[in-house]
């Protein structure tokens, strides 16, 4: 009985850590890939256009030059006076199917419309 409680009190836990309420920084985030730049591009004017101030464009390894891309194509074409507040730039270790641990880099690009 006691053993079945222990089991049941671990699965509300693990439901627990796994449903996280979404905070403004999250919800104001576009995450770069694969996809052409005007989609990502679009991604941050329908933020603006819904009243953000702030808009994060985040991207790992390949996709970095993207990110950028879409952040100078956001300001130069369609945003005039947006600003680019805050450049972050870091290295995660991502184990690959092999269990190799690589270096990714990543970007995060913090733009503001006044």
């Known amino acids: 009985m006691a053993e079945e409680k222990q089991k049941k009190s671990a699965k509300e836990e693990k439901t627990t850590k796994t449903a996280k309420p979404a905070t403004q920084a999250n919800e104001n985030t576009v995450l770069i890939g694969k996809k052409p730049v005007m989609n990502y591009v679009l991604a941050c004017l329908t933020f603006f256009n819904s009243g ?13 030059s993207r990110a950028v891309d879409t952040v100078e194509l956001l300001r130069r074409a369609f945003v005039k006076d947006l600003q680019v507040k805050e450049i972050m730039i870091g290295t995660e270790e991502v184990t690959r199917g092999e269990g190799q641990k690589t270096n990714v880099s990543t970007i995060e690009i913090t733009v503001t419309k006044p």
């Open 52 to 64: 953000a101030q702030k808009v994060i464009v985040k991207a790992r390894g390949r996709a970095i």
